[in-house]
C-alpha cells in the first residue's frame, strides 16, 4: 500500500482520519476510546450517517445508548469521588452489579451529588442503561437510590453518600 503524505503539512491522511475520529468519539478526551465511545463510533460507522447530496449535514448521531458489553479487567484510577470500592482488583461488570455502576459512572460525567432529584435524573441517563444491558436489571430510581435484579436476587442501593451535601460521594451501600 502506498500512503501519500501531504507535503504541505507533512502529515499522512489517515492520520489525520484517526486524530478526527478520536476527536469526535473520545468524550472524555483520555486518548482512549472506552466501550461506550467505541460503541458509539460503531453506531456511527454502520449507521446512515452519509449525507443525501453535497451541502446537507450528515443525520445527527442514534439517540439510543451505545451497546455496553460485559468485560473483565484489572482496576482503574476512579474520575470522580467513589468510597467503599476496590480498584486495585479484577473488575467484572457482568458478573458484579458494583463493579458495572463503578465502571459506568466512571465514563459518565460527574455526578451532580448535591442534589438528590438530579442524582436520580444522571443515574437514569448515565447509569441504568448500562446496567440493564449487563443484566442488572434496574427496577426503580429514587434520588440517591435504585433497586435492581440480577442472577443473585433483588437488591436496593443507596449509591450517594451524603447525597443533597457538599462533600458527597458515590458509594455502593446495600441496604
Known amino acids: 500500500m502506498n500512503t501519500t503524505v501531504n507535503k504541505t503539512t507533512g502529515s499522512n491522511p489517515m492520520s489525520e482520519l484517526f486524530a478526527k475520529v478520536m476527536d469526535k468519539f473520545d468524550t472524555d478526551k483520555d486518548k482512549k476510546l472506552n ?26 448521531a442514534p439517540t439510543t445508548a451505545p451497546r455496553v ?3 473483565t479487567f484489572m482496576g482503574f484510577t476512579p474520575k470522580h469521588a467513589m468510597e467503599g470500592f476496590d480498584f486495585q482488583r479484577e473488575q467484572n461488570t457482568g458478573k458484579s452489579a458494583k463493579d458495572a455502576f463503578a465502571y459506568l459512572a466512571n465514563q459518565a460525567p460527574p455526578p451532580p451529588l448535591n442534589d438528590k432529584a438530579a442524582l436520580g435524573a444522571w443515574f437514569t ?3 441504568q442503561p448500562g446496567m ?25 442501593v443507596d449509591y450517594g453518600r451524603g447525597a443533597g451535601a457538599d462533600g458527597g460521594a ?3 451501600q446495600v441496604g
Open 170 to 172: 458515590l458509594a455502593w
Open 35 to 60: 466501550a461506550a465511545e467505541f460503541g458509539a463510533f460503531l453506531s456511527g460507522l454502520i449507521g446512515d450517517n452519509k449525507s443525501t447530496s453535497a451541502g446537507q449535514d450528515a443525520p445527527a
Open 125 to 127: 441517563q448515565y447509569i
Open 132 to 156: 440493564n444491558e449487563l443484566g442488572h436489571k434496574v427496577t426503580n430510581v429514587n434520588g440517591d437510590k435504585f433497586g435492581f435484579e440480577n442472577w443473585q436476587g433483588k437488591f436496593n
Open 69 to 71: 458489553l460485559p468485560s
